[in-house]
């Protein structure tokens, strides 16, 4: 299969996948290095695919099925400690935790794609934190960090905003 023909069946395999897939399986499934795959998204993003890469995988970006979401974003402000239970308590309520962003002194708005919507999306994610040893991007902020979150109603928001409140999250 040529580059061109892999590059198709990557978009076909992301348009009819239900989750994230990862750059493993895509690989695994095309018979290619996973390094071969990191250059065909590459390619495909910059001919205009919104190819959205979580820490489950990639995602073809339907901006047509948020239409029937409320998309907010919140200001949050936590120490590292408290990611976790920040997060859980977005997804508990029945949110999607989109993404997280960070203003840089240097670099600007930094944004990090999220795509959590359960506990066990939060868990996998902690995971990975620990897994990797990375810091949070709102360690270099203090703590301070925005989230996109999606909601399927008015009401889905308000109950977010009073548990994170009630928590002292919010900033």
Known sequence: MNGLDRREEIINILKNASQAISGTNLAN???VSRQLIVGDIALLRAAGMDIISTPKGYILNNKESDENYIIRTIACRHSKDFIKDELNSIVDEGATVVN?????????QITADLHLSSRRDVKEFMKKLKVEDVNPLAQLTDGIHLHT?????E???????????????LY
């Open 155 to 169: 009401e889905t928001f308000e109950e977010v905003i009073k548990s994170l409140k009630e928590k002292g999250y």
């Open 100 to 108: 997280v962003i960070v203003e840089h002194s240097v670099y600007g």
């Open 149 to 153: 979150i999606k909601c399927r109603d």
């Open 29 to 31: 499934e095309l018979n």
